[in-house]
């Protein structure tokens, strides 16, 4: 299976500071990855699709990069309710996996 | 706007099957789309573990591939998770979702398995 490794595993920022996670993948998929957010106590949900795509109602400030085995998620200017886990997830291949998490926090 | 709301029991006897109900409103599984399960431990991330194609096609995350089956009735436009033999390791948060990419989740629904 396709192994998704995050860093860091915990970012310490304040609002209105640049973000970037990493998405490391073990073998290449291609643009099949997923950035998905989640909030304590809440359902995840897709930010980003095709390693770039902005999905409905995503705010422009989040943005995805990469290909391959190399992924990035930007958030160019933190907001409050920007503190969550953020997951990677690959969808090129069976079993779906996904990386252990970022938590972006205060 | 597309939703899917879980359902079932809250808590399972070890040993039980742990039986779980997606319904989907607004659009129709019959359409296309894989159909899947995800579920989170408390305090841990998110773990695959199967889904559908609308035609009948399923998929299953090998850890689980024995336990699981997962089902889809286009007549009332839903879709279920079975789980046998539960331990107190499947205690956890289960989410619907939409796709392989997963554009549309669920709210989840806590299963605690105890006796």
Redesign the interface.
Same mark, same amino acid.
């Given at each position: 299976?396709i192994v998704l490794t995050q860093s860091p595993a915990t970012l310490s920022l304040s609002p209105g500071e640049r973000a970037t996670l990493s998405c490391r993948a073990s073998q290449s998929v291609s643009n099949?990855l997923?950035w998905?957010q989640?909030k304590p106590g809440?359902? /995840?949900?897709?930010l980003i699709?095709?390693a770039s795509k902005r999905?409905s109602g995503i705010p422009a400030r989040f943005s995805g990069s990469g290909s391959g085995t190399d992924f990035t998620l930007t958030i160019s200017s933190l907001e409050p309710e920007d503190f969550a886990v953020y #997951?990677c997830?690959q969808?090129i291949t069976? /079993?779906?996996?996904?990386?252990?998490?970022t938590k972006v926090e205060i | 706007q597309v939703q899917l709301q879980e359902s079932g029991p809250g808590l399972v006897k070890p040993s039980e099957t742990l039986s779980l109900t997606c319904a989907v409103s607004g659009f129709s599984i019959s359409s296309g789309y894989f159909w899947?399960w995800?579920r989170q431990a408390p305090g841990k991330?998110?773990?695959?573990i199967g889904?559908m194609l609308h035609s009948g096609t399923t998929?299953?995350?090998?850890s689980l591939k024995s336990r699981v089956t997962i089902s889809i009735d286009t007549s009332k436009n839903q879709f279920s998770l079975k789980l046998s033999s539960v331990t107190a390791a499947d205690t956890a948060v289960y #989410?619907c979702e939409r796709g392989?990419?997963?554009?549309?989740?669920?709210?989840?629904t806590t299963v605690t398995v105890s006796s």
């Open positions: 299976e099949f997923a998905h989640q809440q359902a /995840p949900r897709l699709s095709d999905a #997951y997830q969808w069976w /079993p779906l996996t996904f990386g252990g998490g | 899947g995800v991330g998110l773990e695959w889904n998929n299953y995350n090998p #989410y392989r990419n997963m554009d549309v989740w669920g709210k989840g």
